[in-house]
């Protein structure tokens, strides 16, 4: 399975387009990121795309791998240290962010 994608609202800028949101993960976060492709937002190129955090995740968008990756605090009370990439497989099925990108229609 994978993110599923509502887009809310589509903005025309100039050449650009603005798009947001909301996207809904599954039951089974893959390491790396869950697949986010352009065309998924009706987009042929995305220059930068802003994601809200949600139920203490923070998520960031691999443009390199069209990826949305999601984080989560480092508390294992050993060390302070940065956010940790999700585990491998873990259910995020109730977790929601919305999204806003901007980058070339299709």
């Known amino acids: 399975m ?3 994608v509502a887009i809310k609202k589509k903005t025309k800028l100039y050449d650009t387009m603005m798009v947001v949101a909301e996207v809904t993960f599954d039951d089974s976060y893959p ?3 869950e697949p986010l492709a352009p065309a998924a937002l009706g987009l042929s190129k995305i220059d930068i795309l802003v994601a809200s955090p949600n139920s203490g ?3 960031e968008y691999d443009h390199a791998n069209s990826k949305l ?3 989560q605090g480092d508390n294992d009370a050993v060390a302070d240290g940065p956010l940790v990439q999700v585990a491998d497989k873990a259910d995020l ?3 929601k962010s919305y999204i806003m990108a901007v980058g070339r229609p299709l």
């Open 69 to 71: 990756k999601a984080y």
């Open 2 to 4: 994978a993110i599923a």
């Open 57 to 59: 995740y923070v998520f």
């Open 31 to 33: 390491t790396g990121g």
């Open 93 to 95: 099925k109730t977790v």
